[in-house]
């Protein structure tokens, strides 16, 4: 699986940003599909989750209300909506993608995407 993330840029705290994440795989609506984020000098962080089927997904505490993960099977690419923005969200987020459970730990990912920056500035 291939996966392509776009959308990351530099905007003012409390603003907004939409993240996509396009993939190769065919049987992308097989996929548990998530949002990990880096900032320099720390570890890649849980962002949001999204089962296949979209009956589920889980956030990150510290995004619980400010982010929404959605998923267009039908152009196998799922979203990152980013609200009230702080300088705190600035990092590289990555999307990444799973065949089975959707987890919350990096290593319960097997697919990664190049990553795309988001720079918050206060």
């Known amino acids: 699986v291939q996966l392509q993330a776009s959308g990351g840029g530099l905007v003012q705290a409390g603003g907004s940003l939409r993240l996509s994440c396009a993939a190769s795989?065919?049987?992308?609506?097989?996929?548990?599909m998530a949002w990990f984020r880096q900032a320099p000098g720390k570890e890649r962080e849980f962002v949001a989750g999204i089962t296949s089927s979209s009956t589920t997904t889980r956030y990150a505490d510290a995004m619980k209300g400010r982010a929404t993960i959605s998923r267009d099977n039908a152009k196998n690419t799922v979203y990152l909506q980013l609200n009230s923005l702080k300088s705190d969200d600035s990092a590289v987020y990555y999307c990444a993608a799973e065949l089975t459970r959707l987890g919350t730990h990096p290593l319960d990912y097997t697919y990664w995407g190049q990553g795309t920056q988001v720079t918050v500035s206060s």
């Open positions: 795989e065919r049987a992308f609506n097989r996929y548990a």
